[in-house]
């Protein structure tokens, strides 16, 4: 019997990837009331708005002092920019990322140097970066990828054996910890996105720049304007990246918010494991890895399903109505526009099985039991199918010959 999807059947309604509204709905009268009082301020760029959020992320990220700027983006730009990475220098990070890690580097003319990944936990390895590191290498970034801290202790260890300041790439990891810390205070800088489908999201692009050391943060804040040091004189040439009075004014409604969404994606994370246990699918799907040094805030839940079978998974999960997204399916030193730095495809094997092999689920704050309990009944119904369709394909087995 053919399934009937209604909006008063949950067990077959669809299920976005993630769902703002929901999370909007619960604090709709907090951000109106925000959002009202920037306006009749009419003070719309830094101003008050943003200095208190950046004393209360600083204060969040147990952090020296945070800076905000325009995007995700321009922080990983800005911080390089304050290590003064430029032509001739070389920044080791992750081709298994969004394409602003390496972006950022070569925004300043400096040479992205790419290495592989752990295959457990799709972060940078520290194995690889060893082996990379030249006399030309400026820094690394790290990305503390789908909510994860990257190994920071192998990683701290190569930046004081090389004299190597570390930019952490925080951008999906807000409130993840590693070894007690939070994410944003283990480098030179921490970096952060506030584009709305981060765990802490704004109306918007927004982001934000972590650092305990104080002559960064003040070279930071002359950067994102321009390099002037008040009164238009320019020490040094910047950019525009200034935080919207707007987006602060939301974010801080959210920010005390953010640990109880991170916990209820936690809740998601392990409801699907017990799920997916239960319905026999671990044969099939590899889960996150969550390392026993930290606290994963699962800005993705990413599963693994090996050989040629990805594409028809998703395929299937879309028929049935279920959100799912593919990150990142081309690794970046197999773009286009990186071309130039003369990669090639077997070069980085980890971080190519994992863009042909991974698939990430809904798993926001809001996200209900029934709403998980569909996605892995799709999941299921995918599956069965996918290996149906491999047993007609190879329906024949080879005789064993006895020995005489």
Known sequence: MTEVLTPSNPLSSPVPLIDLTAQYRMIQHQITSAVQRVLSSQCFILGDEVNELECDAAQYCDAQDAIGCASGSDAL????MALDVGPGDEVITSPFTFFATAGAIARTGATPVFVDIDPETYCISPGAISDAITSRTKAMIPVHLFGQCADMD??????VKHDIPIVEDACQAIGAEYGGRKAGVLGATGCFSFFPTKNLGGAGDGGMITTDDPELSKRIRRLRVHGDVGGYTHQELGINSRLDALQAAILRVKLPLLDQWSDARRTNAERYRQLLSDRGLLDDLELP????????VYNQ?????RGDRRDALVKGLRERQIGCNIYYPVPLHLQKCFEHLGYEAGDMPESESASHEVVSLPVFPELTEAQAVRVVDALAQTLASINRASTVAFPFTIP???AA
């Open 289 to 296: 890895v969550e390392k026993s040094y930290g606290k994963h």
């Open 154 to 159: 192998a990683l701290q260890r190569l930046s």
């Open 400 to 402: 064993q010959i006895k």
């Open 77 to 80: 730009l800005l911080s390089l």
């Open 301 to 305: 839940f990413t599963v693994r399903i």
